[in-house]
């Protein structure tokens, strides 16, 4: 603990702020408007369903929501994979493309590699 005047307002600030931080919050969610946005955001009140209503509509419209995404499902799975096999074929062509363009192409020391191409072909 910090002695002289230095600590004795140290120590009051901190109790202020003890004393502050609850009691500020006490208020603020203490307000009936206050509650309900939290009630409402975080859903803590959910009331089950209605029992006079149909179940077996909720429950075929749970199916056919499910068959839709499976339907959805499988047709991005094609489109990946469609997607895959021409990236595939495009890599093929592009790397027999640089290939020809690296073989064109001349460096800074490209007289060496003919010199060693010539040497290794005599």
């Known amino acids: 603990m910090v002695?002289?005047?230095?600590?004795m307002r140290l120590e009051a600030w901190k109790f202020a702020i003890y004393l502050f931080v609850p009691i500020s919050a006490s208020i603020t969610f203490n307000d009936p408007r206050m509650q309900r946005i939290c009630a409402d955001y975080f859903q803590f009140l959910k009331y089950p369903a209605n029992p006079n209503t149909d179940l077996k509509e909720q429950f075929e419209e749970l199916q056919r929501k499910r068959i839709m995404e499976k339907e959805q499902r499988q047709q991005y799975a094609d489109q990946v994979r469609e997607l895959q096999?021409?990236?595939?074929?495009?890599?093929?062509?592009?790397?027999?493309?640089?290939?020809?363009?690296?073989?064109?192409k001349k460096s800074w020391f490209s007289w060496i590699n003919r010199?060693?191409?010539?040497?290794s072909t005599t």
């Open 3 to 7: 002695h002289g005047r230095k600590g």
């Open 85 to 104: 096999e021409r990236a595939k074929a495009s890599r093929g062509e592009e790397s027999l493309h640089e290939n020809e363009v690296q073989l064109r």
């Open 115 to 119: 010199l060693t191409n010539r040497s």
